[in-house]
């Protein structure tokens, strides 16, 4: 799944475009707005974004569970080399001490990433702050020509900002149109 960044200069516009892509049979799931008008988009009924799209969650989650792995292994490896407990720990202990500091990771990266903003979205601040509106389109590999025909042809003033291979793949990049 593909996700496709707009940039609308209304909430008029954004609400059309919207409207455009329900009567095209788009979801209100597969089209999320950002924007830092929350009341304009509750009183038009448009779908908001959500946690995983505005802050860095997903991407700071997958690195502390990374990093809570590569550490749990360390500390399994010198428990097994020093022998603190003993000689004769069961293997379930080990992979129980890995599992726990990866656990323990994720929740770490979790709270971090609930601290800080999307990175995706930072190139996206000033025009957020100058009243713009982004909209992210989420479609299929076979819907992407059909969506991208009706944006363009329907709204050729909506910017077409950038496309990424999944919004939620925290290693991706944008492709900037």
Do not use: C
């Amino acid at each position: 799944m593909k996700t496709t960044y707009y940039l609308a200069s209304t909430l008029s516009s954004t609400q059309n475009i919207a409207n455009e892509l329900h009567r095209a049979g788009v979801k209100d799931w597969f089209i999320h707005i950002i924007s830092n008008d929350e009341s304009g988009i509750n009183k038009r009924h448009l779908h908001s974004s959500n946690y995983l799209e505005t802050l860095d969650l997903v991407r700071d989650g997958v690195i502390g569970a990374m990093l809570g792995f590569l550490i749990g292994i360390i500390a399994a490896g010198l428990i097994a080399y020093l022998q603190p407990l003993g000689g004769d720990l069961p293997n379930v202990i080990y992979f129980f001490i890995i599992g726990l500091v990866t656990l323990f990771g994720l929740w770490e990266g979790g709270l971090a990433g609930i601290a800080s903003k999307n990175r995706k979205l930072a190139e996206f601040e000033q025009d957020l702050a100058d009243g713009k509106h982004l909209i992210l389109i989420y479609t299929t590999k076979k819907n992407e020509s059909r969506i991208q025909y009706i944006m363009s042809h329907r709204f050729p003033g909506v910017k077409l900002a950038a496309r990424d291979s999944h919004f939620l793949n925290p290693f991706s990049t944008l492709e900037h149109s």
